[in-house]
């Protein structure tokens, strides 16, 4: 399956700044998805990621919140901008691979922001 | 739209004894279903998939499933907990199979192992 590297890995940040989490992948893939998992709660779709075309975003985000590039078929990256301590969260990327409809995660970015 | 839900968002069990964890499904075509371990401070690591081959499913660490679509279900379990099972364990839908879709979460059980 897929190897995924995300950076960084945890970060703490300030209220009002913007920072950008990057996701690699071993192997080209088509589509790379983003989640948002709250403390304590489950995973939450951001957006889907197609190179060569803006990213899809689910109802409650915004791309002027969480703008998406992906430039190949190997990365992506996504924003948090104008950070709240309610972005707090982990943000994760994940890819298809690992068996037919399965999604294989990275291991995440926990943010802070105070 | 696609959802999902898992009853109980804490169980407790004692170390040796049966481990069930309750996911129902909501969708309009036939899905495909997984269950998603994490473990304290890391990412998430398939335990099994249903993909409309066999119902009954064997996944990692000694877990497995059984989709029953007559009762829009698909329970985790294992016959013998042990105390490396404690985590969180997520129970997902996907309906599109063409990768244009991403996963359904369900809320997620906490899994609590008593000596």
């Known amino acids: 399956s897929a190897v995924i590297s995300q950076k960084p890995s945890r970060d703490i940040c300030q209220r009002g700044t913007s920072l950008t989490i990057q996701c690699q992948v071993d192997?080209?893939?088509?589509?790379m998805f983003w989640y948002r998992q709250q403390p304590g709660q489950s995973l939450t779709l951001i957006a889907t990621?197609?190179?060569?075309?803006?990213?899809?975003?689910e109802s409650g985000f915004v791309i002027d919140k969480f703008p998406i590039s992906r430039p190949n078929l190997t990365f992506s990256t996504l924003t948090v901008s104008n950070m709240s301590p309610e972005d707090s969260s982990i943000y994760l990327c994940?890819?298809?691979?690992?068996?037919?409809?399965?999604?294989?995660f990275g291991a995440g970015s926990r943010l802070t922001v105070l | 739209a696609q959802s999902v839900t898992q009853l109980g968002s804490h169980v407790s069990v004692s170390e040796g004894a049966l481990v069930l964890l309750r996911c129902n499904y909501s969708?309009?075509?036939?899905?495909?279903l997984f269950w998603y371990v994490q473990y304290p401070n890391q990412g998430l690591q398939l335990l099994l998939k249903?993909?409309?081959?066999?119902?009954l499913v064997k996944g990692i660490n000694g877990f497995e499933a059984e989709f029953k679509k007559s009762e829009t279900s698909f329970h985790l379990t294992k016959p013998s907990a042990h105390m490396s099972d404690a985590a969180e364990y997520f129970c997902?839908?996907?309906?599109?199979?063409?990768?244009?879709?991403?996963?359904?979460f369900g809320k997620g059980t906490h899994l609590i192992i008593q000596p």
């Open positions: 994940s890819v298809d691979g690992g068996g037919a409809n399965v999604l294989t």
């Open positions: 192997s080209q893939v088509t589509m």
């Open positions: 990621a197609n190179q060569g075309s803006e990213a899809t975003y």
């Open positions: 969708s309009s075509v036939p899905p495909y």
């Open positions: 249903y993909t409309s081959a066999a119902t």
């Open positions: 997902a839908v996907r309906v599109s199979g063409g990768g244009a879709d991403g996963l359904t």
